[in-house]
């Protein structure tokens, strides 16, 4: 049997601290700075918030991130990392209110339980494009509605973090819409790529995160990937 040393809130197992409970503490940020609780539910509330947020030092611990507010919101930390991964050091949230991320602590980092964007596919709110710009979710659907040809761009996912999200890119208009990956590309390409669209109904084509690359998953209707 392990020895426990009770201490407030935190025990310790063969000399290391463990969260002895899941503290409810509420936070709300109105604007960018730090996360000071450990445990409970961070609300960010308006604007564009970047926030930051210390390494845990408590294994247990448990964050839920809200937003309140239609914005990509960032959550930065420090070394090692979201998931341990030292690269992975900001989340960033879809601009859709109700988006929240789930963190729990686990020898000394921070693991995501639930990543931004990340409503099981097809159930959430699709990001409808009726003008050239970005796709901002990573998880669900996009719908390319612009009535002439359209330049859309899509960042990178992260590493380990985004890994399983999904996205189902369909256009509901008839023209050759592109999309640009600039710095990954699609499929691991690691440079610059696109998936332009045929001009023809129907287009769609469905695209996964797996170690910070898009891959292109399953039926592909009239999109090519270059």
């Known amino acids: 049997m392990p020895n426990f040393t009770a ?36 609300r960010l509330t308006t604007g564009l918030i970047a926030a930051t947020l210390q390494v845990p030092y408590y294994t247990g611990q448990r964050l839920t991130i809200v937003s309140e507010f239609a914005a990509q919101h960032t959550i930065t930390t420090l070394a090692p990392g979201y998931n341990g991964v030292g690269t992975a050091l900001v989340l960033t949230m879809s601009p859709l209110i109700g988006d929240s991320i789930r963190l729990e602590s686990a ?39 612009k009535g002439s040809i359209g330049a859309y761009t899509i960042a990178a996912p992260t590493a380990l973090v985004d890994d ?56 592909n209707l009239g999109v090519t990937i270059a």
């Open 164 to 219: 399983g999200l999904t996205l189902y890119i369909n256009s509901t208009t008839a023209f050759a819409h592109v999309i640009t990956s600039g710095v990954d590309g699609f499929n691991a390409k690691g440079s610059s790529g696109t998936a332009t669209f045929s001009g023809t109904l129907p287009n769609s084509f469905v695209i996964q995160a797996y170690n910070g690359h898009w891959y292109q998953m399953g039926t």
């Open 107 to 145: 020898d000394g980092a921070w693991y995501v339980v639930k990543g931004s964007a990340n409503a099981p596919s097809g159930t959430g709110q699709p990001q409808v494009l009726a003008a050239n710009g970005a796709i901002t979710i990573k998880n669900g659907s996009v719908q390319l509605t």
């Open 7 to 42: 201490n407030a809130n935190t025990f310790t197992v063969a000399g290391k601290p463990v969260a002895a409970d899941v503290l409810e503490d509420t936070q709300a940020l109105a604007a960018s700075g730090a996360i000071t609780i450990i445990s409970g539910v961070v």
